[in-house]
């Protein structure tokens, strides 16, 4: 299996490799078509120079098949494009370059051989070879059908060319086209219904820049026309434009692949070995593992480690034989207090609980730390920590601190793990849609609250303040407006107008009155008998007296005497009356 593993690195480069090169890396032909000594009108000067530079770039560039013909009659232009067509059959790309003549004939392109008389129009089907069959040609090739005409010359036929119909239109140049089969591509020399120019050199302004744009590395084809097109306008004064129809996918298509240099083999690190053998170690943890370890790898870094790790598990070994010999004397103490032992035996058996229980601390005090962590393994690889680096106050701490940071404690950071700080890690768990043990502060806590960038709980304040940002600040109302029980400010209602009460009239009380004193009224001296004569009477003693009391008998009423008062004495009646006058 490690032998395997250590063949990897190798697999992978040989992948890259040979498997590095894009899908169009495939099988590339082309075939070249070049016209210059026409039988029946003037000879043109560049095509035949301008099929050899293209002929050659393609080749340099590395296709399959490059076949280059020039000066073709009819028949033979129609064999070489059947015989290319079975070419193409396992091809990925297939081009096909054309320079001469070419004629537009009632929207249709056609190529000229160079034995065409074309005496009337008619003869255009018959000698000349139309642009369709040029695309059955290159139809079986799977990614990319690309043909290219630097034919869009003034027409030599169209001066003495008879009509047969009058109304049948010969253009100038080539007519557009819209290519039917898929990831197909037609560049014309010069837009649709213009002519090309042939240049002052030996090679044609579009050729010339078709071989230097078409075939760089890695360039997709349809950038690569970009090129042509801007290199041609400059350099015929925006005379000439070409043009390209046709469409392809979003991949780029480019006509030749990127090379890919091998890939260098990886250095080996001779401690990743290593490594690997200890990180099993330590995930199984026991005496054997390392001792299995250390025979392997006796020396080195790595094996100090592991005596470090053996060092620890005898450590805790004899620290828990010592937890379990102090928990067997106390309970020998416990035993001999209880049936009442003599005094020598218990203060023996407290002696040794009291040793066994030192041995234990002692053992706990000197037992080995991880290693520290500041320590780097060769070769920059980490390795496990040994022990946890924080103690459980520190950890809580720095979970609240976060918890803080995240807006959802508000406490202070104390490392106590209290209710509030299991509320503050709840709500975070509602917010951030985690479920974090939240009984304790735990590592992963630490680790979850730390991704977060900022605030989770949302910010809550007072009534009278608003949220602003991660502060709350206080809430201002303008001149009219009051804040409501929602936190909002409203206008102020007007106030009612408040009703003034009456005036209240107050009985006087000045001098002593029993509270079942009323005035007399009836027969034994009440006051409805007198009618007028008593209301007089009445208002006279108020104010002869000021105290408004009367005293009435059977022969008539009169005002108390000053200083006097009434007293009830109860009964009434006929002879005998309820009232007496008292005085001081």
């Not at 005094?343 to 002692?362: G, T």
């Not at 001296?525 to 002869?544: H, K, M, V």
Request: charged fraction near 25%.
């Amino acid at each position: 299996m490690r032998n395997l593993l250590r063949l990897c690195p190798l697999l992978l480069a040989l992948a890259l490799l040979f498997g590095a090169e894009p899908a169009f890396a495939g099988k590339r032909v082309a075939l070249v078509l070049a016209n210059s000594a026409y039988q029946h009108a003037p000879s043109l000067t560049n095509p035949v120079n301008d099929g050899s530079v293209i002929a050659k770039t393609l080749k340099d560039a590395g296709f399959d098949i490059v076949d280059s013909r020039h000066d073709l009659s009819a028949l033979e232009t129609r064999r070489v494009l059947r015989d290319f067509a079975d070419a193409t059959r396992d091809a990925d790309i297939a081009v096909v370059y054309y320079a001469g003549h070419g004629i537009e004939v009632e929207g249709s392109n056609y190529l000229i051989p160079v034995d065409a008389r074309l005496e009337r129009d008619t003869d255009v089907y018959d000698e000349a070879l139309s642009l369709d069959r040029v695309l059955v040609a290159v139809e079986p090739a799977k990614q990319l059908r690309l043909v290219i005409l630097d034919a869009c010359r003034d027409n030599p036929f169209g001066k003495t060319m008879k009509r047969s119909v009058a109304s049948r239109g010969i253009g100038r140049g080539l007519a557009q086209v819209e290519p039917t089969s898929p990831n197909t591509l037609i560049a014309y020399s010069a837009k649709a219904g213009f002519t090309a120019q042939d240049g002052d050199g030996a090679n044609s302004p579009f050729t010339v820049a078709l071989s230097k744009h078409l075939t760089t590395p890695g360039l997709d084809v349809r950038r690569a026309f970009g090129f042509v097109r801007d290199d041609v306008l400059k350099s015929t004064g925006n005379k000439q434009e070409p043009f390209v129809y046709g469409s392809l996918g979003g991949d780029d298509v480019p006509l030749v692949p990127v090379k890919v240099a091998a890939a260098a083999s990886p250095v080996a690190n001779p401690q990743a070995d290593i490594r690997r053998d200890y990180e099993l170690a330590l995930q199984v943890g026991n005496r054997a593992a390392w001792d299995a370890f250390l025979a392997q790898h006796p020396d080195g870094f790595y094996s100090s480690l592991a005596k470090l790790q053996l060092e620890k598990i005898g450590a805790e070994q004899a620290h828990a034989a010592a937890i379990e010999k102090a928990k067997q004397a106390e309970a020998e103490r416990d035993r001999l207090a209880a049936v009442g032992a003599q005094k020598d035996a218990q203060i023996k058996a407290a002696a040794d609980a009291k040793a066994a229980e030192q041995q234990r601390v002692n053992l706990a005090a000197a037992a080995p730390s991880a290693a520290p962590a500041s320590t780097a393994s060769p070769a920059g690889t980490n390795v496990a920590s040994l022990t946890p680096a924080t103690t459980p106050a520190d950890l809580s701490r720095s979970v609240q601190t976060e918890l803080g940071r995240v807006g959802c404690f508000s406490g202070q950071a104390d490392g106590n793990w209290n209710t509030s700080s299991q509320r503050s890690l709840s709500q975070f768990n509602r917010y951030a849609g985690t479920k974090l043990d939240v009984k304790v502060a735990s590592t992963d806590a630490l680790d979850t609250v730390k991704s977060k960038p900022s605030r989770v709980c949302p910010l809550v304040c007072e009534h009278g303040f608003k949220a602003d940002g991660d502060k709350c600040t206080r809430i201002v109302c303008g001149d009219g407006y009051a804040l409501n029980d929602d936190n909002e400010c409203e206008k102020k209602r007007a106030g009612k107008p408040t009703a003034s009460k009456p005036a209240t009239s107050r009985r006087d009380d000045s001098e002593d009155r029993p509270a079942r004193q009323r005035p007399q009224i009836g027969a034994a001296g009440g006051l409805g008998g007198l009618g007028g004569d008593a209301a007089g009477i009445a208002t006279g003693a108020r104010r002869a007296s000021g105290g408004g009391q009367v005293f009435c008998t059977n022969g008539g009423c009169r005002p108390v005497n000053r200083g006097c008062h009434l007293e009830y004495r109860g009964g009434g009646g006929p002879g005998n009356d309820a009232n007496a006058e008292v005085c001081n």
